[in-house]
């Protein structure tokens, strides 16, 4: 069966939460099913190694999960209005995948969480497509047809989904956040299922 790669970093569990939400939206799309995975801290003591298996939660991401999958969505917290570090570590060790164009013409979809409403949403959403599209995947968005993306008092953008967790970071996803979450997580399989047909 297909399967779309949702792939994430969360450090509080913020956008490990949305990630849960989006690949609810994918499952809801049948003869498709969602392989989660998430990816290890970088630390600036270049001794320090992680487990090769996350004690808890998503195993870590390899390669060969982005070039199985169909498709990809792509979470990660803002730090700084653009994506964390570990997430940006782990595309910049994918220049195989882009020598070989294996990601070309997969669709992709981005979402995020940051800690206030103006605190670099669409650019970390716009920021985490550039190496996507540097790979030629084609990038699926939200469509105002959402209604939820009119109503939001919170997150939610064209760019992909959001969530806003406050500055300590303990606000729940609201229902429109939610509501969005799940919408691209269906848009990127009913669009991933057509172009790899
Ligand atoms: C180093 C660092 C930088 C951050 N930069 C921003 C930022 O630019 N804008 C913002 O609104 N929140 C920022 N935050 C807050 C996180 O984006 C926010 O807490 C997010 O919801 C965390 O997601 P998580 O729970 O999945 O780790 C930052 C947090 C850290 C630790």
Known sequence: MPEILVLYYSQGGAVREMAQLVARGVESIK???????????VSANCEATEPDIPTSGAPYAEQKDL??????????????GNMAAPMKYFLDSTTGLWLKGALVGKPAAVFTSTGSMHGGQETTL???M???????????????????LSSTSSGGTPYGASHVGGAADDRPI????????IALGKRLAEISLKLAA
């Open 31 to 41: 003869d498709v099913k969602t392989r989660i995975r998430t990816v290890p801290k």
């Open 126 to 128: 716009v920021t985490m």
């Open 67 to 80: 070039q199985e999958c169909v498709g990809l969505a792509l979470g990660s917290p803002t730090r700084f």
């Open 174 to 181: 609201t229902e429109d956040e939610r509501k969005l979450c």
């Open 130 to 148: 550039l190496p996507l599209l540097h790979h030629g995947m084609v990038m699926v968005g939200l469509p105002y047809s959402e209604p939820e």
